[in-house]
């Protein structure tokens, strides 16, 4: 099988952008260096967090934000190509566009993610959820999103005893949490 992993694209990570715009009262104009296929490249960086967005290589995209938890601001990109709110874009050189990794259909790297890693908490949460429903459309992302991480959790069919539905939901919520932790974490540590 043919896996185009994430990890070979060219991206942008929100964090380091927002990173660098804070240093720069919330406007910038800079290059800025990233990794492709294991090489630095340059990618020239604009991006405005009062106005709301962010052009890479001179390609806009707006930025959007959301309210978490703690009350701190999080920033996001938008997709230009979905819609879809995402923190790291990567960009299809052959027709010289940025989009979400769903869009460029690359695999994520939860099946190498650690422990240590969000993402892998909030994979084994939605692997639970499949043992209820098959068919849950469900993605770690989809995680940070959620003020209460059992939003996610599948309804219980009919055919389930009551005992083992809750058992499967305390699974759930207790990896979730975990994940939720690590992720509060990277936040803090980015002080967004
Ligand atoms: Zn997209």
Not at 13 to 36: F, G, P, Q, R, T
Not at 59 to 74: D, F
């Amino acid at each position: 099988m043919n896996y185009r992993t994430a990890e070979k694209h060219l991206r942008v990570d929100l964090k380091s952008v927002i990173k660098l715009v804070k240093a720069h009262s919330n406007h910038c104009y800079m290059e800025y260096n990233e990794y492709y296929n294991g090489q630095k490249i340059m990618v020239f960086v604009e991006a405005d967090l009062n106005q709301r967005y962010c052009k890479l290589n001179g390609k806009l995209i707006e930025l959007t934000t959301t309210l978490c938890n703690y009350g701190s601001i999080r920033y996001w990109f938008t997709c230009p190509v979905c819609g879809g709110r995402c923190r790291v874009i990567y960009w299809q050189g052959q027709y010289d566009y940025w989009a979400c990794r769903k869009c460029l259909k690359l695999v994520y790297r939860s099946q190498q993610a650690t422990k240590s890693d969000f993402v892998f908490w909030y994979d084994k949460a939605i692997k639970v959820a499949h043992i209820i429903d098959s068919n849950l459309n469900a993605e770690p992302m989809d995680f940070l999103f959620c003020s209460h991480l059992w939003w996610l959790f599948p309804d219980k069919p009919k055919y389930m005893k009551l005992a083992k539905y809750e058992r499967l939901r305390n699974q759930f919520c207790k990896y979730a949490e975990i994940g939720q932790q690590l992720d509060q974490k990277e936040l803090s540590r980015l002080k967004l």
